[in-house]
């Protein structure tokens, strides 16, 4: 009886990992795609102009374009897998994913109608100031150990 039911679980956990793969595989290559474009168009040189002055302006450039180009946490991985190995900083690609994935300035109208301006703005203005400080306790934290 127990082997059946563990069975039956396995088979359960198997198609579920199988049908959340598909779901974001359409997500995962529109993001290889426009990795691909990233990486034809905008060179090394465009990267350094806007990043690599010092740790405030890497994390406030970061945070700058991680908070417009929100979206899904997977794909903010990747992107600044990519930015990083282009040679921006740690410090903006950590603030880059935690903009990403906390404050957006896309979703604005859906959080004003929803809740309100002034839990609008305090959310978005506590949440863009841990955003700085968490990225640069995270890199700080990386180096030490």
């Not at 199988?18 to 995962?28: D, R």
């Not at 970061?62 to 990083?84: M, R």
């Amino acid at each position: 009886m127990d082997i059946d039911n563990n069975s039956n679980h396995l088979k359960k956990s198997f198609f579920k990992g199988l049908n959340s793969f598909i779901a974001i595989t359409p997500m995962l290559l529109g993001v290889l795609l426009l990795l691909g474009l990233f990486q034809n168009y905008i060179t090394t040189e465009m990267l350094k102009t806007l990043f690599g002055f010092n740790t405030l302006s890497d994390i406030l450039a970061g945070t700058l374009f991680g908070s417009i180009s929100s979206g899904h946490p997977i794909t903010s991985y990747i992107i600044s897998e990519e930015l990083i190995d282009s040679g921006v900083s740690l410090y903006a690609a950590s603030a880059f994913v935690l903009a990403w994935v906390t404050l957006g300035i896309i979703q604005l109208p859906a959080e004003l109608s929803v809740f309100g301006l002034k839990f609008t703005i305090l959310k978005n203005l506590l949440t863009l100031l841990s955003t700085l400080l968490i990225a640069y306790l995270s890199v700080l934290t990386i180096q030490v150990f």
